[in-house]
């Protein structure tokens, strides 16, 4: 009898160790790891032990929460299956070797506050289906070879702090109602083909500490009202086509140094404000 007891007991825990997160998580995580040559990873994962041992996966109340794969030699391709992994709220798969288009499914995150895909190799359009993703704090896709226009959904983020998206192939204009991003506090656009005026609108994003815009095809004058921007520490604009150079800022400056002319559009100025 006592033998069956611990036979019995040993069998719940067993059961219970592997019931962490349900079958659908696991066969998502699984799925990511067969596109991603799970086998090379630099830090790979036992598929027969349970959730909570594989590298990079945090699980909370029996849910998979954050996913952190950086620097960890993944190749291929999102699945699909991405999608399926409701509570994840961060992702960080930066510094791989990831390429192709992002799956649509991803849109299917609704409590991500934070993805990073950046250092990789994805290709295509940022998909619109990002802006359903409310709860997003920090977007990092710098350094792909997204293409195509700033998403206008992307203005739907409000939530945002951080939208990094520089050394890509985007084009098109940076949108008027990028004011709509009131909690941003960074803003890297760096390295596109980006056109058109830099909006006035950007004026409006009280919280902004770094704006960088630099090496686009940008056009006219940096707008008066930058100099507003109280908690702006960073800016950079060189490599464009603006009616003048302007000085590249780094350190806690006054925005009014952001209009000195200068014969070197990459000297930069870092004096500490009083």
Same mark, same amino acid.
């Given at each position: ?9 040993? +069998? ?72 399926? !992994? ?8 930066? +510094?791989?070797? !990831? ?8 849109? %299917? ?15 295509? %359009? ?38 990094? !998206?520089?050394?890509? +192939? ?55 009202? +930058? ?13 464009? %086509? !603006? ?32």
């Amino acid at each position: 009898m006592k033998t069956l007891k611990f036979i019995a007991v040993f +069998f719940f825990v067993s059961a219970f160790s592997f019931a962490n997160v349900s079958s659908n998580d696991k066969d998502a995580l699984i799925a990511l790891y067969k596109a991603t040559n799970g086998a090379e990873w630099n830090t790979t994962w036992d598929l027969k032990a349970s959730i909570d041992t594989w590298y990079g996966v945090k699980i909370e109340n029996n849910k998979i929460v954050e996913i952190n794969l950086q620097f960890n030699n993944l190749q291929g391709t999102l699945p699909q299956e991405i999608g399926s !992994l409701v509570n994840l709220r961060k992702i960080n798969l930066g +510094f791989n070797k !990831l390429e192709g288009t992002l799956p649509s499914s991803i849109k %299917n995150l609704k409590e991500l506050t934070s993805l990073e895909l950046f250092m990789n190799r994805f290709e295509g %359009n940022i998909p619109s289906e990002l802006g359903e993703l409310t709860k997003l704090e920090s977007l990092k896709l710098y350094s792909n070879k997204f293409e195509g226009n700033i998403p206008q959904s992307l203005m739907r983020l409000i939530n945002l702090k951080e939208l990094l !998206l520089g050394s890509n +192939f985007l084009t098109g204009t940076i949108p008027n109602n990028i004011y709509a991003l009131s909690k941003l506090e960074k803003l890297s656009l760096m390295d596109n083909k980006l056109e058109g005026d830099i909006p006035v609108e950007i004026a409006q994003l009280t919280n902004l500490e770094e704006l960088i815009l630099s090496t686009n095809n940008l056009t006219g004058d940096l707008p008066l009202e +930058f100099m507003n921007l109280s908690n702006l520490n960073t800016i950079m604009v060189s490599d464009n %086509n !603006l009616n003048r150079e302007y000085v590249s800022i780094s350190g806690k400056n006054p925005p009014s140094l952001m209009m000195i002319d200068m014969e070197n559009p990459t000297a930069t100025v870092d004096i500490e404000k009083e």
